[in-house]
């Protein structure tokens, strides 16, 4: 985005900054195989972003941030919803699919692991009654996709009265052009995009 765009935002009231809470957490969106497996149709040319998420990981479970993966999958009853209708490709996303495994690089052994059916990790899941249980006022987004699933994600968080951090190497998508829009659009009016040197900085004093 050019700069006279973020002028423009800024001088008509947008992109104001939340900043860093007291209790963190780190939602992990959908980081499964359907974006890596290079034969998947949803494959997206991601790697970068896996590496991103194993070095906040690494930093987070040293310093005992908890920390929640989500899966999304689809058993025959909820197939033909409108979701699905939508995007016809979740289909393949079967409970006992290969595609929906969390990409092996990156360790769940100290997480929670979610499952949801919809873009956000908050909707029909316990995640909100999760973070209130820890009274965590931070969420640390990552994941996939910056412009399906982390946006809804970060709407969620800001509707459930949240601090929403999404990082900015640690989310991607299939094209860099929504990517770049969404994460504009996420830091205007969702929640602040922050690089991973600075949500590192920051989980190492928390």
Request: net charge negative.
């Amino acid at each position: 985005m050019s700069q006279s765009q973020e002028e423009d935002y800024l001088s008509a009231g947008f992109a104001g900054s939340l900043g860093f809470g007291r209790k963190p957490a780190v939602i992990v969106v959908d980081m499964v195989m359907a974006y890596f497996d290079r034969s998947s149709p949803l494959y997206a040319g991601v790697e970068a972003v896996a590496e991103s998420n194993l070095r906040l990981l690494t930093v987070a479970y040293r310093k005992r941030i908890p920390v929640i993966f989500t899966r999304q999958f689809f058993e025959e009853s909820t197939s033909d919803g409108v979701y699905v209708r939508k995007v016809p490709a979740l289909k393949l996303m079967r409970p006992d699919s290969p595609l929906t495994a969390i990409e092996p690089s990156l360790p769940t052994d100290q997480a929670a692991v979610i499952i949801k059916h919809f873009p956000s990790a908050f909707h029909r899941t316990d995640l909100a009654a999760r973070l209130e249980s820890l009274g965590v006022d931070t969420l640390i987004i990552t994941g996939l996709t910056t412009s399906g699933c982390v946006r809804a994600t970060a709407m969620d968080t800001l509707l459930h009265n949240l601090s929403g951090i999404v990082v900015r190497e640690a989310v991607g998508d299939r094209d860099q052009r929504q990517h770049e829009a969404n994460l504009f659009d996420i830091n205007a009016k969702l929640g602040d995009v922050r690089s991973e040197a600075e949500v590192i900085g920051w989980l190492n004093k928390a």
